[in-house]
């Protein structure tokens, strides 16, 4: 099926840090994506930031979206890296 327009989004960079959970100073890897509104394929308005952010140490995985939350704590974390793109 082919369409005309739809939502999509496209990965701005990915960046480690290190983070205080459950008592211990762990790597987390936090992914920024950015949202476009396209037509033909061609992204035409930017709708905002979405992140994802990675725990290995404890196998947990969250991100922004219709359905999941990214905890508050880990939220500003993630503000903070998607600043630099």
């Known amino acids: 099926m082919f369409f005309i ?3 999509n989004r496209k990965p701005l960079g990915k960046e480690n840090r290190q983070i205080q959970r459950n008592g211990q100073l762990v790597n987390a890897i936090i992914t920024v994506y950015k949202n476009y509104f396209e ?3 061609i992204p035409l308005i930017p709708l905002g ?3 994802s952010i990675y725990i290995p140490h404890t196998d947990e995985y969250f991100e922004d979206g219709y359905f999941s939350k990214i905890p508050d704590d ?3 974390t993630c503000k903070d890296a998607g600043r630099t793109y």
Do not use: D, H, Q, V
């Open 74 to 76: 880990l939220r500003e």
């Open 5 to 7: 327009f739809g939502l």
């Open 39 to 41: 037509l033909f394929f």
């Open 49 to 51: 930031k979405k992140y």
